[in-house]
């Protein structure tokens, strides 16, 4: 069965400090995707990051970063120099890719990060 | 290019009572799902619809039905509501999959007394 596990519930840290989110799944599946999304105070989700089980390359886009590492099912989230703005819930999500009426996403419980001016 | 639209934002309902929520997608966007957010089981994918299709469904109960229109706008259903169906209700849009970019609405907070 699919599972995402988010172990850390709650981070701070202050500003300008890098922070790692992290995100361990489970499937039995080879192939899937990973997502990572982000909920702002606003609510709306907002999408950052999609990456298919047979793409293993780190990406960067800015300050963000994903480590995606398939030995330890993980797939981590890091922020480089926090900005107040990045203060969200951000939630790991995976979806097995089987092209059928099974296919569902299922999101982590998600990780509220507090940036502390 | 407008965003995806949800209504109502704000929902009370006793229990009992039936409900029905609404999504336009973006513009182009064939794909709609919901999910539900609760504080204790986080958020959870309820189901997705394509050319008015259901294509995946997730483990709700058989109250909770939606359908999309031709025009891609979606409707979800919950009949004889529960208090534990109180949470915010999301959808999404993409272009052909939920596993693809998806882009959220704001949100229905549904409220059951």
């Known amino acids: 069965a699919q599972k995402v596990t988010q172990a850390q519930t709650e981070i701070s840290v202050v500003e300008k400090e890098d922070v790692t989110l992290d995100c361990v799944y489970e499937?039995?599946?080879?192939?899937?995707?990973l997502f990572w999304y982000k909920q702002p105070p606003s609510g709306e989700l907002v999408f950052l990051i999609r990456?298919?089980?047979?793409?293993?390359q780190n990406e960067i886009s800015g300050r963000y970063s994903w480590n995606f590492q398939k030995s330890t099912s993980s797939f981590n989230f890091t922020i480089t120099a926090s900005q107040v703005v990045d203060s969200a819930v951000y939630f790991c999500a995976l979806s097995e890719a089987k092209g059928d009426r099974d296919d569902k996403i299922i999101f982590g419980k998600g990780t509220r990060l507090h940036i502390l001016p | 290019k407008a965003g995806v639209t949800q209504t109502p934002r704000y929902l009370i309902k006793t229990r009992g009572q039936q409900v029905t929520l609404s999504c336009s997608p973006i513009s182009g966007h064939r794909s709609v799902s919901w999910y539900q957010q609760t504080p204790g089981q986080g958020l959870q994918f309820l189901f997705e619809?394509?050319?008015?299709?259901?294509?995946n469904k997730g483990n709700f109960p058989g109250r909770f039905s939606g359908r999309q229109f031709s025009n891609s706008r979606s409707e979800m259903n919950v009949s004889t509501l529960e208090l534990g169906d109180s949470a915010l209700y999301l959808c999404?849009?993409?272009?052909?999959?939920?596993?693809?970019?998806?882009?959220f609405g704001p949100g229905t907070r549904l409220t059951v007394l």
């Open positions: 619809y394509f050319s008015e299709t259901q294509r």
């Open positions: 990456r298919n089980s047979f793409d293993e």
């Open positions: 999404a849009s993409s272009f052909f999959t939920a596993n693809n970019e998806q882009f």
């Open positions: 499937t039995r599946d080879t192939t899937y995707y």
